[in-house]
């Protein structure tokens, strides 16, 4: 098992809605995000795993949280687990038409409170830290 580094963003959009993916891998719907390259920023990758997941451009995010634990690892296809380390910003505007690239297999905007259940408990997670701090 490794320990890897990633950013992800929590992004809504003006009626309040959050952009959510389905993860190719195991399609589990999560937010938009991915490995920190080596020398690369993390808001920097948050903003880059969006554009490459969804086709969307960010306007800059503010930090929601840092995420650790057990509950971060992840299993792929080939039997590779990785323990992240997850920073995770929050994205009030966004640019363009949502679209699934990259390892997203569909993209959509949903209501907090019709949330898609196929979620990992750390997704879990980043809906409990952003109702804590902006009550829904």
């Not at 920097?44 to 960010?58: D, I, M, P, W, Y």
């Not at 679209?99 to 979620?119: C, H, K, N, T």
Request: glycine share 12%; net charge negative.
């Amino acid at each position: 098992m490794v320990q890897l580094v990633g950013a992800g963003v929590l992004c809504l959009n003006p009626v309040g809605e959050v952009l959510m993916v389905r993860r190719a891998d195991n399609g589990q719907w999560d937010l938009p995000g991915g490995r920190v390259e080596p020398g690369e920023e993390t808001q920097a990758a948050a903003l880059r795993e969006l554009r490459e997941e969804t086709g969307l451009n960010g306007t800059v995010p503010e930090l929601l949280g840092v995420f650790s634990g057990s509950d971060t690892l992840h299993t792929y296809p080939d039997g590779n687990t990785v323990a992240w380390v997850t920073v995770l910003y929050l994205c009030q505007g966004v640019q363009g038409v949502a679209q699934a690239a990259d390892d997203a297999r569909e993209v959509g905007w949903f209501g907090l409170s019709a949330l898609p259940s196929a979620r990992s408990a750390v997704t879990e997670r980043y809906f409990h830290t952003l109702a804590a701090r902006r009550p829904v």
